[in-house]
């Protein structure tokens, strides 16, 4: 389960800088600090599904297009 978890969580970093994005903006974007969205994105705090769905919408990216390579 820890490495489906890592996947995830590595997937989400490669397509924010993909699309552009650095931590602080999409921290702003989900009411998060630039450090409290390290975190997350690094797997010291769990992510959420409600803030998880946020990130995929704000990456203009589907959950079915997101798993589809996982």
Do not use: W
């Not at 931590?23 to 599904?49: F, M, P, R, W």
């Amino acid at each position: 389960m820890k490495d489906e978890y890592e996947a995830i969580l590595n997937k989400l970093r490669l397509l924010r800088r993909e699309k552009g994005f650095t931590q602080h903006q999409i921290g702003e974007k989900v009411c998060l600090t630039s450090t409290a969205y390290s975190k997350l994105e690094n797997g010291h705090t769990k992510l959420d599904l409600e803030r998880f769905l946020m990130i995929l919408k704000i990456l203009d990216t589907s959950l079915k297009d997101f798993f589809k390579e996982i």
